[in-house]
């Protein structure tokens, strides 16, 4: 899940759903939660519900979803806490993303850590797969969506292996923020340093302060992974 930095609100809002453009200024046309690239319609999302007294036209409290994390997310979280979220936690650590396996958590954590990335997932139907034991209905799509990005990004990487140049790192970037799948990419080039910076570069309002120099994830300064 991408790290994101939204910054400060440059309006004020009379319904919420006005903040839709300002937001994907910001942070891109794309899910907050599943990455998937958001061709049309993209959806305020309130990160503490309306219906759990979330301030319903708080800059802090919106975030960019797509349909299907938006409708099974709903009001099934009461607040922040038990959560890892994109624009106050470092969300790339929580994660693991491998092409036909279900979004799980990162092996790398911690059990208490992975308990709160497993209710994340769990939250907005991460894992919702072909096969798996919790399938998607007919209408979901973001399982297809990550399909074609894995297909997409391993055909980029071989490109990058017969010619490992900064302009092809480039537009292998470019090539991403057109598909969407921020955290596929970035796995698929986990050993190439140059194409990692150019993604983090090019995907708008990626949280740069959640990687250090060499581009490794670090903790969020303020968030809880």
């Known amino acids: 899940m991408r790290p994101i930095e939204k910054g400060k609100s440059k309006k004020t809002y009379k319904i919420y ?3 839709r453009n300002d937001l994907c200024e910001v942070i891109g046309w794309y899910c907050s939660y599943c ?6 319609m993209p959806e305020v999302e309130h990160v503490i519900p309306v219906a759990h007294n979330g301030p319903p036209l708080d800059w ?6 797509c349909k299907y994390c938006n409708v099974v997310k709903k009001d099934n979280n009461t607040g922040r806490i038990n959560y890892y979220w994109p624009d106050t936690d470092n969300t790339f650590r929580g994660f693991s993303y491998q092409k036909g396996i279900p979004i ?7 059990v208490s850590e992975s308990i709160i990335a497993d209710n994340t997932i769990k939250l907005c139907g991460l894992n919702r797969e072909p096969g798996s034991e919790t399938p998607p209905t007919d209408k979901d799509t973001r399982w297809g969506s990550r399909l074609q990005a894995w297909d997409v990004a ?3 990487l071989n490109n990058w292996t017969a010619e490992p140049t900064p302009n092809m790192a ?5 090539c991403a923020m057109g598909h969407g799948h921020f955290s596929i990419w970035m796995e698929i080039f986990k050993d190439y340093k140059v194409v990692i910076e150019e993604l983090i570069k090019v995907f708008p309002g990626t949280a740069k302060n959640c990687f250090d120099q060499n581009m490794n994830p670090v903790k ?3 968030g809880n992974l």
């Open 17 to 19: 759903q006005d903040a």
């Open 154 to 156: 391993l055909a980029s």
């Open 35 to 40: 990455e998937m690239h958001l061709r049309n």
């Open 170 to 174: 480039s537009q292998i970037a470019l």
């Open 60 to 65: 802090d409290n919106f975030l960019i979803s």
């Open 220 to 222: 969020r300064i303020g």
């Open 104 to 110: 799980q958590a990162s092996t790398s954590l911690k």
